[in-house]
């Protein structure tokens, strides 16, 4: 088996050399031939110099840069379409995961329909703790996946990351998304270790906005499988009221000889939610037509 070793990273120099040995100590432990992807995305303390200068005795080590810090959902996608092994590791720099004990646990964790090993951080003391727990549940109850640990070091099998999708900052968000797609996704407990230099990119407005990530991914990806279901639900709910006010108030008219037709607010109501629900409807059946148009780009982008 061929391993992608794949560790972004931004202003981590005093780590990367201990993080590098500890790569070349997992590899052998777990008995497999690998490589090593590093994306500097941006760092301005040296610390591409110091893995240039290990590449050049270790040529399985690789370096990408970003002129620029780009985030890290764009470092992934630097360093997925750069990783050419048959099961991708995915772990970060800081040394909270000791890659030595953590690279052999995840790849023992791939048995028969395993696509996507995650590691579940035993003895972990940090004050996130209560946020991740917040992440887990709103994980489930959006994407019906139980897992701990989602948003830590992962292994995927090939094929996953070219099912992946990536933007913004979606990298939270790739298991799930690959939960929704059909691939299986588990856990095995690895341990946690404190950062001991360098500070974490961890910032607490990232809280909000992964909320709204989370929704955002969860509609999009809805949307994309089957539009008309989301806009032919509104759609079609606002016409069959709409209708059945129409007929209760004829009903009113002729049987009892009311007149609510007099009642104008309530039939400009009523005439307004049909041509909403109509509006809906062909909104659905639009894009009906460019889910289909991405579909063909893509299968034709996979023959080409």
């Known amino acids: 088996m061929q391993v992608s070793v794949f560790i972004p990273f931004q202003n981590e ?34 610390g591409d110099a110091v893995v240039e200068n290990i590449a050049r005795e270790k040529p399985w080590v690789r370096l990408l840069r970003h002129r620029r810090n780009l985030g890290l959902t764009r470092a992934m996608k630097t360093g997925f379409a750069a990783c050419t092994g048959d099961i991708i590791v995915f772990l970060p720099s800081d040394l909270e995961s000791h890659p030595d004990e953590d690279i052999p646990a995840l790849l023992a964790g791939f048995r028969d329909g395993v696509d996507i090993v995650c590691g579940r951080r035993k003895h972990r003391r940090e004050s996130k703790i209560f946020l991740s727990w917040m992440y887990n ?18 292994a995927f099998r090939r094929a996953c990351v070219a099912d992946m999708e990536l933007r913004s900052d979606w990298h939270r968000f790739m298991v799930q998304i690959l939960h929704l797609k059909g691939w299986k996704a588990v856990e095995v407990p690895v341990e946690w270790h404190p950062r001991r230099s360098g500070r974490s990119h961890f910032g607490f407005m990232r809280i909000p906005i992964s909320f709204f990530d989370a929704l955002v991914v969860r509609f999009l990806i809805t949307f994309t499988k089957s539009p008309m279901r989301l806009f032919g639900s509104f759609g079609g ?58 579909d063909d780009i893509d299968r034709r982008d996979r023959r080409e």
Request: no cysteine.
């Open 137 to 154: 549940e709103i994980s489930y109850a959006l994407f019906g996946i139980r897992l701990h640990d989602m948003n830590w070091i992962k």
């Open 237 to 294: 709910l606002q016409m069959i009221t709409s209708v059945a006010i129409i007929v209760w108030m004829l009903y009113m008219t002729f049987a009892f000889n009311d007149s609510v037709f007099r009642n104008r607010p309530l039939l400009l109501f009523t005439v307004g939610m049909f041509l909403s629900g109509t509006i809906f409807l062909f909104m659905g059946f639009l894009a009906e037509l460019v889910v289909g148009l991405k």
């Open 13 to 46: 120099r005093d780590n990367i050399a201990e993080v590098i040995e500890r790569v070349e100590r997992g590899l052998a432990r777990a008995g497999v031939t690998g490589e090593l992807v590093m994306v500097d995305d941006g760092s301005d303390d040296g």
